[in-house]
């Protein structure tokens, strides 16, 4: 019996510039799964992460997304057919817009154009096979989506980033 030196194994670099599939959606009634696939090229310093597809019915993955180093594609969701239950698109985040692509191929499409990044949404499907989306942003306490894009841009104008603290709570022992 060899033995191994566990240690040499798991290097750093060969932790971080490995391979790893940080999302999986599935659908139930067709039997594929989705996934996102990250990368880190170690002697690049940069990453990328992309959508994969696997039908269940002829065992084939698919690379559905192709994004250059250091952009990243995330979030994947199905949307099936109606009642059949047949996968024909999947939507997926990239550049803080939600986008939409056929599984069979083809281009992917931007489906929303907010002018604040998404930070998550969800797609559903009501009774009626309508189908909807609930998008999550960042805004300000109070303030709509406008309003919170003319404070980000009057604070980005400003030149400063400091913030002004009227009290603050200190702790000592």
């Not at 033995?3 to 194994?9: L, M, P, T, Y």
């Not at 994004?67 to 803080?96: A, E, Y």
């Not at 992917?108 to 009626?128: K, W």
């Amino acid at each position: 019996m060899q033995e191994v030196d566990i240690a040499s194994q798991f290097t750093a670099d060969k932790l971080v510039g490995s391979q790893k599939i940080v999302e999986l959606v599935g659908c139930k009634k067709s039997g594929s799964v989705a996934f996102t696939l990250k990368q880190y090229f170690v002697d690049q310093k940069k990453g990328t992460c992309n959508l994969y597809h696997h039908n269940a019915d002829d065992m084939q993955l698919t690379q559905i997304t192709r994004s250059p180093l250091g952009k990243q594609t995330s979030t994947p969701q199905f949307i099936t057919d109606f009642g059949l239950g047949v996968v024909n698109s999947t939507c997926f985040m990239r550049d803080g817009q939600v986008w939409m692509m056929p599984i069979a191929g083809g281009e992917a499409q931007q489906i929303t154009s907010f002018p604040l990044d998404v930070e998550c949404y969800r797609v559903f499907i009501n009774e009626f096979d309508q189908i909807w989306m609930l998008v999550v942003m960042d805004v300000y306490m109070d303030k709509s989506i406008d309003e919170t894009v003319e404070i980000d841009k009057s604070i980005s104008d400003s030149g400063t980033s400091g913030v002004e603290y009227d009290s603050l709570m200190v702790r000592h022992w």
